[in-house]
């Protein structure tokens, strides 16, 4: 199916008037290429799956910058695209078939794949120029969203895929919107990195995915041991109409600043400070003192970081290359005056809290009941309103890798972390070692992030 329209995007959410104009040139639906199965086949969706069943899709913005004249031919670019995302659905085939009900069942659902299915490929050009929406600064979410494709909550569709030609063909972005409930950050990302090897970079492809679902014992049989979680409570914060997303990056240096301030002001019994738990600390203290009472009141906030149960599961470890979805929980609370505290007191307590987070984990392995005890610990967390900050991505799924032909991104955007509240966490692109961070906050909140961010490294350095 292929149409062509020109139309300006509106925030669907907003009576803004449109910021920039998109135009759809093409929408198509690309069937997987071979070894797809010839015959209609479903994954049943398990209990680490049926967590996410209501979550709003994963929607990543990968920028491109691309100089034409030179071999960058943006027709060349898509045809390659499209012909690649097509090998890359020959493997990973249940992306391209639907999330439906278990026929049969009212409270079980699969993934179904059958020869006709394939993913919606959106081509558009979008009057926004590449090094603005790319940049690390604060930029607006609504410039940034007419750059992803459409994809409903629930049953249907799993993903669709959106490339847009940016202002003067300077850039390309590829945007991508999946729903979760069909597999996890690991799973997705390799299917990225396979799809990029298809595209003919000369890098290998990663092994093939595992698709085997019985490889998960799941005594539940894919029935939640609890009442769903509605999108409303997957969303921990409300988008707003001026949305802001920015992105800042801890250098090696950094990191290793924080885990020197963290030993010193703990003394003989430091916290096992990792370079992801300097991290995620910093960015828990810098947003908790970015809020409004981060001073003033009392009680927890809470911090909530997924895990990969692959290499924990029982009675035998599963596959790296498992697909689906196989994350628990590290969460963990921390008095709010703690985390406000001044100088490295702040700091102690903040890593202190994120790495009693994973010594927790290590002992829930993956189980309905667990993941049952992990939707009540979040719904106490949101009834106390101490506020909880998730973590979305991860420096080990090396987005900056993904290079289809025309050179590694110049920017990757997880969106979809301006409806969760959830920081978004990616290798550094810019330092060896180091990691960024993408934060969505409204205006205010996004310059009193800004300044503690950079307030607390410059007082890092003075130590």
Same mark, same amino acid.
Request: charged share 20%; aromatic share 8%; net charge negative.
């Given at each position: ?18 910021? /920039? ?8 639906? /690309? ?7 010839? %015959? ?26 691309? %100089?034409?004249? $030179? ?14 995302? @097509? ?5 990973? =085939? ?23 299915? #394939? ?13 603005? /929406? ?20 629930? !049953?249907?569709?799993?993903?669709? !895929? ?24 690991? @799973? ?5 990195? $396979? ?5 003919? $970079?000369?890098? #290998? ?7 085997? +679902? ?10 939640? /041991?609890?009442?769903?979680? @509605?999108?409303?409570?997957?969303? =921990? !914060? ?48 810098? =947003? ?23 290499? +924990? ?63 009540? +610990? ?5 009834? @106390?309103?101490? #506020?909880?900050?998730?973590?979305? #991505? ?5 987005? =900056? ?18 409806? %969760? ?7 550094? +692109? ?34």
């Amino acid at each position: 199916m292929v149409f062509q329209s020109r139309c300006p995007w509106t925030n669907p959410s907003s009576d803004m008037a449109p910021i /920039l104009e998109l135009s759809v040139l093409e929408s198509a639906v /690309l069937a997987p290429s071979p070894p797809a199965p010839e %015959t209609a086949c479903s994954l049943p969706l398990n209990f680490f799956d049926v967590f996410w069943l209501n979550s709003p899709p994963v929607e990543r913005v990968f920028f491109y910058r691309l %100089t034409p004249g $030179t071999g960058d031919d943006i027709t060349t670019i898509l045809s390659n695209l499209k012909s690649s995302l @097509s090998k890359a659905l020959g493997v990973f =085939y249940p992306l391209a078939g639907r999330l439906r009900l278990t026929p049969g069942t009212d409270d079980r659902y699969e993934l179904h794949y059958q020869p006709g299915d #394939g993913v919606t490929f959106t081509v558009a050009e979008y009057d926004g120029d590449v090094d603005e /929406l790319a940049e690390d600064e604060p930029r607006e979410v609504a410039k940034i969203l007419p750059l992803l494709p459409p994809l409903q909550v629930g !049953v249907g569709p799993v993903l669709t !895929v959106q490339a847009t030609v940016l202002r003067g063909g300077r850039g390309l972005a590829v945007g991508l919107a999946l729903h979760h409930a069909a597999c996890d950050g690991a @799973s997705s990302t390799r299917f990225l990195h $396979t799809w990029a090897a298809a595209a003919g $970079t000369g890098t #290998g492809a990663p092994p093939a995915p595992v698709m085997d +679902r019985t490889l998960v014992d799941d005594p539940s049989g894919g029935r939640p /041991l609890y009442k769903l979680r @509605s999108t409303d409570e997957m969303e =921990y !914060v409300k988008m707003a109409d001026d949305q802001l997303v920015a992105t800042f990056t801890l250098s090696k240096e950094d990191v290793q600043r924080v885990k020197d301030a963290v030993g010193a002001a703990a003394g003989a019994r430091p916290p096992r400070c990792t370079s992801l738990v300097a991290t995620f600390g910093f960015i828990w203290l810098c =947003y908790q003192r970015a809020k409004d009472d981060a001073a003033s009141n009392g009680g927890e906030t809470y911090f909530s970081c997924p895990i990969d149960q692959r290499s +924990r599961m029982k009675p035998d470890p599963i596959p790296d290359e498992y697909f689906g979805n196989c994350v628990g929980a590290a969460m963990q609370a921390a008095p709010k005056n703690q985390l406000a505290a001044a100088g490295s007191d702040g700091l102690l307590a903040a890593c202190t809290a994120v790495t009693a987070a994973f010594e927790r984990a290590v002992g829930e392995l993956g189980s309905p009941e667990n993941m049952a005890l992990w939707v009540e +610990r979040i719904r106490e967390a949101r009834a @106390s309103g101490g #506020g909880v900050l998730s973590v979305a #991505g991860s420096p080990r799924f090396r987005v =900056y890798d993904v290079d289809f032909g025309f050179g590694r991104p110049a920017k990757v955007e997880i969106v979809s972390v301006a409806r %969760t509240g959830a920081m978004a966490v990616a290798e550094s +692109r810019q330092s060896n070692g180091g990691i960024e961070v993408g934060m969505s906050l409204p205006p205010a909140g996004m310059q009193r992030f800004q300044t503690c961010f950079h307030d607390t490294i410059t007082w890092l350095h003075q130590q």
